[in-house]
C-alpha cells in the first residue's frame, strides 16, 4: 500500500466517522458538533459536502444541522446584507436618473 492509498484510507474512515455523527444528530454532545464543524470549516472538500448531500441514510440529520449550524446568519450579518443590498440598488437607481 503506497502513501497515497493510506491518505484515501483515513479520509475514507474520517468521512465515514462525520456520516455517523450526521445520522446520529441532533443527539451529539458538543465535542461531536465541534468535530463536526471542525470537518466542515476545513478538512471537507465541496465534494465531501455534496456526497454527504446526497447520502440518503443521514439526509434528515445533515439538513438539520446545516440549518442549525452552517446556514444560519446572525442578525447583524443579516442587516449588513439588507444595507448592502439597499446602497447598491440607490447607487443604480440613481445612476440611471442622471
Known sequence: MDS???GDSVKS???M???ALFGRYPDLSDAEIRDIKTWWAKE???LDVAMMSCNQDIAPGYADFRKDHVD???MSGRHLTMVLV????I???GYLLR
Not at 86 to 89: A, Q, T, V
Open 44 to 46: 471537507a472538500s465541496s
Open 13 to 15: 474512515e474520517r468521512d
Open 17 to 19: 466517522h462525520i456520516a
Open 4 to 6: 497515497q492509498d493510506t
Open 86 to 89: 439597499s446602497l447598491i440598488l
Open 72 to 74: 444560519r446568519l446572525p
Open 91 to 93: 447607487s443604480i437607481v
